[in-house]
């Protein structure tokens, strides 16, 4: 192959260089692509928090729990959104370790760029 590449005249091997530049870009751009696909997910429950009504009747629950004791409905709704908000955390980390891992960049530096405080 390469007897091949030398025996070109000037204008072909200009050609292929142009062409070996297309195929690495296009390369380039379908795993970009891929891994925009695989990220996707990972971002969206990253981002994911709780519905704006669902988060202020758990901030209210909260509050009243501070001010006075809970009735027991109040208590049972207190706990599902406190399961809730902790199940959705746990996915959360491991979304972002994995997109960390996928990124091959450091947890803490995936989370600047993401703009979330490493505290949580």
């Not at 758990?58 to 399961?83: D, G, I, Q």
């Not at 972002?96 to 979330?116: D, H, I, N």
């Amino acid at each position: 192959m390469i007897d091949l590449i030398e025996d070109l005249p000037s204008e072909s091997l200009q050609e292929l260089v142009r062409f070996i530049e297309y195929l690495r870009f296009r390369r380039e751009q379908e795993a970009k692509e891929k891994a925009a696909d695989v990220e996707a997910p990972l971002l969206a429950i990253i981002h994911r928090r709780l519905p704006p009504e669902d988060q202020r009747r758990l901030s209210a629950l909260r509050a009243s729990k501070e001010e006075r004791a809970l009735t027991p409905e109040e208590h049972a709704e207190l706990l599902v959104y406190v399961e809730r908000v902790e199940r959705e955390d746990a996915e959360r980390a491991q979304a972002l370790v994995e997109l960390s891992r996928l990124r091959r960049v450091p947890l803490a530096a995936l989370m600047a760029e993401l703009g979330l405080a490493s505290g949580g």
